[in-house]
């Protein structure tokens, strides 16, 4: 039984993806500008705008970037614009060897890509249905060259289309029928639409008593806060670790990333303000010190993806519920109506409840745009328009990159200010970042599996280590007698033992030079296999540190870092295999998902056979 890895010493391929380095002069490639390693960088892309209209040729001479209010030197600066380029001209990514896959992004043909979230956890069913007509209505009319993933986000984040220019493949896949014409609404989630229905209980109950509160009628209300309080912060957390997601499979997208979030309601902070930590119910979010370790890593993952999030309110235009013929008038509960289990006496508390729940949605959405670098959308019955003005203003951009002059690691929030000179303009940039040791967070997990919650079937790969696995039966296959290549004991029936060979780009993961020429880390991989309904079949994989002499250090420096791993998989059932590589020293992680349906398996055996 093979359930270590091994560390090989020759390569099959050589990954084609450049590597990273410093940059002295401004280039317009779309690339993150780097620093040399001893160096800690802050990227910032700056959105400049006059109303609608980008401002485009600004010189790097007219900004100006504080940290913590002190002016900072920028280093690197670029425009990066738009380019119209029909979907039929985008370079397909190279065709790969029989049996090797890879999570490299393709190159994108701007310098911006856009993720469309429908999530239908935070989201009302008819509002659901109206995102949809709209984003059909949008993509039948997508500009040419526009490059788009689709993403839903219900029990879990899943990915329906990666990135295409192709508007016609973006709606194929928003029809396909697995997705459903309205997605399920999990368990968890606690729109208004319920919140609503929890009023007119209680309404019922008091035209049963004649208006007068009991102790029964209390008793229900106390036991729909305690249950809105707890699918509040079951809602939260599997939001925030959709954004995880994302932010991880967006990592070696080059350029912006604009995420347009479409949600009737917006229940997590990146960035929270000391108020908010104190007084979480302002954002009608969970207790924030429940979470706040889980924000922090979100804000860190999405700060070094560049990524930039546009809320779009999907119930078009706020109405006054109150006022509407099949809910309670402004007078019908003469005692006050319940936010959040909290009495509220009087006439207007309907009113008052209302305008308070549309007052925190659209400070939480402004708080993600301004936190992150995008701009909210609420209020408006326009969908379409509301989506072609988020891509538009995230298409245009000023990428500016500094040494801060602070070069303490303290997790500290940094606030960051841009100004540009000789002129009025709309700007839209991240506001600041926590100074947080990234490596040193990951050292705390050493007693858990990172890569088991990335490796979910059906997640979007993980991109911040880009690799490539050649996946090929074993030649020869074990003798039937042979111990299986596996960890599910229950594994039975008739089995193929596969040969998984990784190659791994060498400055995506830590390794640490010693006096005497050798180098080291610690990286683990992992393996696991799926059937068609989600089910796990076998797994395998190991940590390994490393510990290099400088010859291997140098051939992996020209092909990158070898492992191979043995595991079986059943002859007889189409399955997915999930791959993943996490680096225990950085705390980044790379991810594949490798479908493997039986005829495939078949077809290229036999030609790698010949």
Known sequence: MRSHLILCGCAFLTLAIRPTGAQNTPKTDGRTPSFRSTTRAVV???????GEAAVTGLRKQQFEVFEDGKLQQIDFFEEHSANAVPAGEVPPMPKMPDGVYTNVPPAPTNDSVNVLLLDALNTDPQDQSYVRQNLMKFLKGMAPGTRAAIFTLSSRLRMVQGFTADS???LTALNDPKFGDIITKPSESHTLEDKQNNIDDIQRLLDLTGGRMTVAIQTVMDFQREMTNIKSGERVGMTLEALQYLARYLSATPGRKNLLWFSSSFPVIIFPRTQQGQHANMLNT???RDYGKVIR????????SKVAVYPIGAEGLMMEHVMDPQGPGPTDIEGGTLEGGARNAGKMAPYVNEYAARSDKIMAMEQLAEDTGGRAFFNTNDLNAATQKAIADGAHYYTIAYAPTNKKMDGSYRRIEVKVKDGKYRLAYRHGYNADDVARDANEKKDTNPLHELMIAGMPDATQILFATRVLPANPQPAANSPHARKNAKLTGPTTRYSIDFMIRWTDVKLD???DGSHTGKIQVELLAYDRDGNAVNWSGATEQMSL?????SAIEKSGVPAHVELDLPSDKDVVLEAGVYDWETGKAGTISVPLPVKDRVTIAQRVAK
């Open 44 to 50: 910032v892309d700056v959105v400049v705008a006059k």
């Open 513 to 515: 030079a010693k006096p």
């Open 549 to 553: 002499k400088p010859e291997l250090f």
């Open 168 to 170: 016609s493949a973006l």
């Open 297 to 304: 890593q979100t804000a860190d993952l999405l700060t070094v």
């Open 286 to 288: 969970a207790d924030l």
